[in-house]
């Protein structure tokens, strides 16, 4: 299906003036997660004081449902939606919520739980990379949406759509992006050229599951850590060597991102009653192996992703907010009120959007629980997690997308 890009009078202004290379600053949020795709955020100085409604709204928009989170670069807000029956692009002035562009990329995935595209966008220089909920990888021109190249990874790779529409957020490696499209004939993991589409390499086979991949290093070797529907798998970037797997079948489905644990370990978990996993990475003559240090279900991420501070993760344990040693898998504390929501860390504090629109900060202290501020501040199915960028926190839910000032100035 071909895509048809709507530009706006403002993106024509803008384009005259944009400047060909976006390079992402510091306080961007550029892709899944932020910045390393661990959730934490760099930024100082936010508000720790709100008024009764919250932080300063700056601006609010409508916007169609779904699931997507939000990439913010360059002075550019980029997500998705679905409206009517089919799937949007859609780029914003991170300043002022005025809509630059929209890119029609499909048809909207129907589900129980919220119509709309689930996985979120990736920026990286005068490019946007989207992946929608039936398969459509997209690269575009971030100054007006124009389509660079394109894949249906279900129809050109045989990728599986899982129950719930595709949900894993593609990430950027060197030259390459990379999915995890769940394909026929050793194309579970696919790696694309992204300047020009082409594919780099292609490997494994498995059941493609919710989580999106992470990047990192142990002992001076590069790994894509890809959370499958039965197992961690450890992928080279090069050219797609499995250097391990470690088997963790879910009793329900994997969708929270792993936590890389510094310096050779990593935090995985599951819904249900499947539970959480710390293994430690070994690597021996440049071959990385994996083995595991504790399993228990202190920690059962249904999709929520954890964050890591210091020696400790905090998590949504299904609909309580919990903080776990993630060294000796002690629970530290529990406490309920949020629901099954979202979070982010920003200057030693918890960023919490609740499943109903409660926004609260929370000291990152695993003495104790400690609610700093909370506001009711959206409505509705909360299941997109916030983004902080330049001290403006981005939310939404499936019909508003809301901009407030963090920043404390």
Same mark, same amino acid.
Not at 121 to 131: V, W, Y
Not at 200 to 205: E, G, L, N, V, Y
């Given at each position: 299906m071909k895509g048809k890009t709507i530009i706006t009078k403002a993106a024509m202004v803008c384009c005259l003036i944009w400047a060909s290379l976006v390079l992402a600053g510091d306080n961007d949020w550029p892709q899944w997660r932020g910045p390393n795709r661990d959730g934490i955020s760099k930024e100082t100085g936010i508000l720790k004081t709100w008024p009764e409604t919250g932080p300063p709204v700056v601006w609010r928009t409508e916007i169609g449902s779904g699931f997507s989170g939000m990439a913010v670069a360059g002075g550019r807000l980029v997500t998705m939606f679905g409206e009517r029956g089919e799937e949007f692009v859609i780029c914003y002035d991170a300043a002022t919520g005025n809509e630059l562009w929209r890119f029609k990329s499909d048809a909207a995935f129907p589900s129980? *739980?919220? &119509?709309?595209?689930? /996985?979120?966008?990736?920026?990286?220089?005068?490019? =946007? *990379?989207? !992946?929608? /909920? #039936?398969?459509? !990888?997209? /690269?575009?021109? !971030?100054? @007006?949406?124009k389509v660079i190249w394109q894949h249906n990874l279900r129809e050109e790779y045989s990728a599986a759509i899982p129950q719930h529409g595709i949900s894993t957020s593609p990430i950027l490696e060197g030259d390459l992006i990379l999915v995890n499209a769940g394909g026929a004939n050793n194309q579970a993991f696919i790696a694309f050229n992204k300047k020009d589409?082409? !594919?780099?390499?292609?490997?494994?086979? @498995? #059941?493609? &599951?919710?989580? /999106?991949? =992470?990047? =990192?290093t142990v002992n001076g070797v590069r790994q894509i850590i890809f959370f499958t529907g039965s197992s961690l798998v450890s992928v080279s970037p090069k050219d797609g060597q499995i250097y391990w797997k470690y088997p963790f079948p879910p009793q329900a489905f994997n969708a929270a991102t792993p936590v890389f644990v510094p310096e050779n370990k990593i935090f995985i978990s599951s819904g249900a009653e499947k539970g959480a996993a710390l293994l430690e990475i070994i690597v021996a003559d440049n071959q990385p192996a994996v083995k595991p240090i504790w399993e228990s279900k202190v920690m059962r991420n &249904? *999709?929520?992703?954890?964050?890591?501070?210091? &020696?400790? =993760?905090y998590g949504f344990d299904r609909a309580i907010l919990k903080c776990v040693n993630v060294l000796t898998q002690e629970e530290k504390w529990a406490q309920r009120g949020y629901q099954n929501g979202t979070l982010i860390f920003a200057d030693g504090h918890l960023v919490v959007l609740g499943e109903r629109g409660k926004l609260g900060l929370i000291e990152a202290n695993p003495n104790e629980f400690r609610e700093v501020a909370a506001a009711q501040v959206l409505r509705g199915r909360c299941w997109t997690v916030p983004a902080l960028a330049d001290g403006k926190l981005f939310v939404r839910n499936q019909k508003e997308l809301l901009c407030l000032d963090l920043s404390g100035k």
């Open positions: 129980e *739980f919220g &119509d709309g595209p689930r /996985a979120t966008p990736a920026i990286a220089g005068d490019r =946007i *990379f989207t !992946l929608g /909920a #039936n398969g459509l !990888l997209f /690269a575009l021109s !971030l100054s @007006d949406g589409g082409k !594919l780099a390499w292609a490997s494994h086979f @498995d #059941n493609p &599951d919710y989580a /999106a991949p =992470i990047a =990192i &249904d *999709f929520s992703s954890s964050v890591l501070v210091g &020696d400790h =993760i």
